[in-house]
């Protein structure tokens, strides 16, 4: 009996794939967090480059209108 228990206790005792399940956890948390900030801002950053690139596409539109 002692026998088949000691592999078992090795197996419970070990805890050397513990670290990297940890690691990938908190690997997978940081890539929410990073696509749920890329989403929430996107839009407002995406129209902020709208605004500037029609607004320099207009200013070099006039820029030979100036006597």
Same mark, same amino acid.
């Not at 005792?13 to 890539?31: H, K, P, R």
């Not at 900030?37 to 839009?43: L, P, R, V």
């Given at each position: ?16 794939? /513990? ?7 908190? !690997? *997978?948390?940081?890539?929410?967090? #990073? ?11 995406? /129209? ?7 607004? !320099? *596409?207009?200013?070099?539109?006039? #820029?030979?209108?100036?006597?």
């Amino acid at each position: 009996m002692t026998a088949l228990c000691e592999p078992l206790r090795c197996f419970v005792a070990d805890e050397s794939g /513990a670290t990297a399940i940890e690691y990938g956890l908190i !690997a *997978g948390l940081v890539a929410v967090a #990073i696509l749920g900030a890329m989403t929430m801002f996107g839009t407002n950053v995406s /129209a902020m480059y709208d605004s500037i690139s029609s607004r !320099a *596409g207009e200013e070099l539109d006039n #820029i030979n209108d100036v006597p």
